[in-house]
């Protein structure tokens, strides 16, 4: 078997993985992250890091009533807000008993999409 064959745009961006459907190589490598990374962390000629003028510029626009900055800035220092998840569940039935019912409910399902 010869090499495989790839062109320009698979070099750069990868092939789509079979998986998941998203893209390996650069993205998967997480290249984007590491210049960001690198970016932020750069000092400038005042020797400021560009993370630290960012943090500045976050806190400034929260400062001026900005919705999203103060979300931003509560969900860094605080963490987000957690989601209250409701379940209704039948203490009753075995875990047999709802795989059971669930793999019923699934060929149900297949066999309305079949006469439809």
């Known amino acids: 078997m010869g090499a495989k064959s790839t ?12 998986i998941s ?3 390996r190589g650069i993205w998967c490598d997480k290249a984007w992250r590491d210049a ?15 993370l630290e003028r960012l ?4 806190v400034r626009l ?6 999203s900055a103060l979300k931003e800035i509560g969900d ?7 989601q209250a ?6 203490a009753n039935v075995s875990f047999g008993e ?9 060929r149900e399902r297949e066999r309305a999409r079949d006469v439809a």
């Not at 860094?76 to 957690?82: E, N």
């Not at 709802?98 to 699934?106: G, K, Y």
């Open 98 to 106: 709802a795989l059971e019912r669930a793999h019923q409910r699934l």
């Open 76 to 82: 860094r220092l605080d963490g987000k807000a957690t």
């Open 85 to 90: 998840i409701e379940a209704n569940v039948n």
């Open 55 to 58: 943090a500045n510029k976050l």
């Open 36 to 50: 960001i990374r690198k970016a932020v962390n750069k000092r400038d000629k005042d020797g400021s890091k560009a």
């Open 7 to 18: 062109s320009g745009h698979e070099r750069w961006f990868g092939r789509m993985s079979a």
């Open 21 to 23: 459907g998203l893209p």
């Open 62 to 67: 929260g400062e001026d009533g900005d919705v």
